[in-house]
């Protein structure tokens, strides 16, 4: 098992950047491949990024590429999302997921484990 637990949401104008974190317990968590999707209200859950276990790779959403970081810390069980240049259609809930094994794309149902989400919302 592992628990994973997001932080860093809140409001933010459109232009503007947000930090978010994902910290981890419970397992080794540089053994699992991380995970961020989102999902607005009426909409289905999006694939954002997501990195290796051993932070080799990364891959992103196609609407997200080149505004989003994916990065991990394993030393502190973190993962995080650095969004930059922020738009009113980044607004959602955003969920930290994971999965044992080393599998970084978007498929949510190849990730076994999922926080409880932090809302981010983006004002115009």
């Known amino acids: 098992q592992v628990q994973l637990v997001e932080s860093g949401g809140g409001l933010v104008q459109a232009g503007g950047s947000l930090r978010l974190s994902c910290a981890a317990s419970?397992?080794?968590?540089?053994?699992?491949?991380m995970g961020w999707f989102r999902q607005a209200p009426g909409k289905e859950r999006e694939f954002v990024a997501a990195?290796?276990?051993?932070?080799?790779?990364?891959y992103y959403g196609d609407s997200v590429k080149g505004r989003f970081t994916i990065s991990r810390d394993n030393a502190k069980n973190t993962v995080y999302l650095q969004m930059n240049s922020l738009k009113p259609e980044d607004t959602a809930v955003y969920y930290c997921?994971?999965?044992?094994?080393?599998?970084?794309?978007?498929?949510?149902?190849?990730?076994?484990?999922w926080g409880q989400g932090t809302q981010v919302t983006v004002s115009s």
């Open positions: 990195c290796s276990w051993s932070y080799g790779n990364t």
């Open positions: 419970g397992r080794t968590f540089s053994r699992f491949a």
């Open positions: 997921a994971a999965n044992s094994n080393n599998y970084y794309r978007q498929n949510h149902g190849l990730y076994g484990y």
